[in-house]
């Protein structure tokens, strides 16, 4: 047996800010190898970004396979003056364990691996299928070196994945009130306006790059990208920074800078939103260069078996199902549902990436029991119905 409460204080002792690991999948390998996985340890590089150590587990051979993704990469604690406890100490006070990752999410790493313990132990190692962790050190950071070259890795050796059930923590304020089948994508633009420098008391001499930026601001922003679906709420362009750094004031400057975010539906992609960027520069005169980042579309698994299987979970537990919701930022789920149906349940989020982040005791053990039933359910269901 494993408890899921000792266990994710274990997690928490290891100081595993990205990219650190700081012995995290070693701590999580040695469990998993206990109750039967097959483990691989798996380190990625590329240009300018920190090597970065995965793990991908797995018990049983054949299909289907439902798995377990999440990271043991945390934030850093920040400011320590802000925090009434050793980030890293996993102490426990007044029913809730304190610590960096407790919610964020080696909570729910520990609550899954101590569902899949019980879930072995009731059917002596046994498994209709199989089981598989997905585990990466690289979400809270660039995300290059993590899950999305795991998933090519597995892809090079046949592994499939059939569902996919990512622990972070959805939950808003109580354990059960919202799971995620979905999130909106992210775009970022940096615009550059281009100008002629000059006196400001000879504009005819100049050309002020500046009030062309302001034109093609007041453009994008007139009017909402959409009004939402059924399941995505709408999306939403906001102007993050307006740069010009001039330091005089009568000098018309040379140029000037704006950046903006959108988090976007299902409704557009990231190059059709970009298409557009471009076509109202185009409009409006050009002499304004764009570069973008893309870091992630929108995507979603739309109600169905699987969802259903989730929420029939935690109403076992808890008595209540779960609003099925596309909120918030990104997460891995963006890299793992290109391959299979994809679902987010994790623990209460209300304090991540806080001081004192912290997760209710009571909740890991409660997520442990949700888990185990999602597996119950999993594996009792027709083949048809669990691939």
């Not at 132990?121 to 690289?138: C, F, Q, Y």
């Not at 698994?301 to 909120?327: Q, Y």
């Not at 930022?329 to 793992?336: E, H, L, P, Y």
Request: net charge negative; with cysteine; glycine share 10%.
């Amino acid at each position: 047996m494993v408890d899921p409460v000792e266990f994710a204080r274990d997690l928490i002792r290891c100081k595993s800010v990205t990219p650190a690991d700081d012995g995290a999948l070693g701590t999580l390998e040695k469990r998993l190898k206990a109750l039967g996985f097959a483990c691989h340890r798996l380190k990625f590089s590329d240009k300018d970004t920190p090597d970065v150590d995965n793990l991908y587990a797995r018990i049983g051979t054949g299909g289907p396979n439902f798995c377990f993704a999440g990271h043991t990469d945390v934030v850093p604690p920040g400011n320590l003056a802000g925090w009434t406890v050793d980030p890293f100490a996993a102490e426990i006070h007044d029913g809730f364990l304190y610590g960096r990752g407790a919610v964020d999410m080696k909570g729910s790493i520990a609550a899954f691996v101590a569902a899949a313990a019980r879930f072995l132990e009731a059917r002596k190692g046994g498994v209709p299928g199989s089981i598989s962790l997905l585990i990466t050190g690289d979400e809270e950071g660039p995300s290059i070196n993590g899950t999305v070259k795991v998933l090519d890795w597995m892809a090079k050796r046949g592994e499939k994945i059939d569902a996919c059930v990512v622990g972070e923590p959805t939950n808003e304020t109580t354990l059960g009130d919202m799971a995620k089948i979905g999130r909106r994508g992210s775009v970022n633009a940096t615009l550059v306006a281009k100008g002629v420098q000059g006196h400001v008391a000879y504009p005819h001499l100049a050309d002020n790059p500046t009030h062309r930026l302001i034109r093609l601001l007041s453009d994008l922003t007139a009017k909402p990208l959409d009004e939402g679906n059924a399941h995505f709420q709408p999306s939403s362009l906001q102007v993050t920074t307006i740069d010009v750094g001039n330091p005089t004031e009568n000098v018309i400057p040379a140029e000037a800078r704006a950046r903006l975010n959108i988090r976007f539906n299902d409704m557009h992609t990231s190059k059709s939103l970009l298409d557009w960027i471009a076509a109202r520069i185009e409009a409006l005169g050009g002499k304004v260069e764009m570069t973008s980042r893309v870091s992630g579309e929108s995507f979603i698994t739309h109600p169905g078996e699987f969802s259903d299987l989730i929420s029939g979970a935690v109403e076992k537990v808890l008595g209540r199902r779960p609003a099925l919701s596309t909120t918030g930022g990104t997460s891995d789920a963006r890299f793992i549902v290109r391959h299979c149906k994809t679902v987010e349940f994790g623990l209460v989020g209300r304090t991540m990436h806080k001081t004192d982040e912290r997760a209710a005791v009571a909740d890991i053990a409660a997520l442990a029991e949700i888990y185990g039933h999602m597996l119950d359910g999993y594996f009792a269901g027709p083949p048809a119905s669990r691939a």
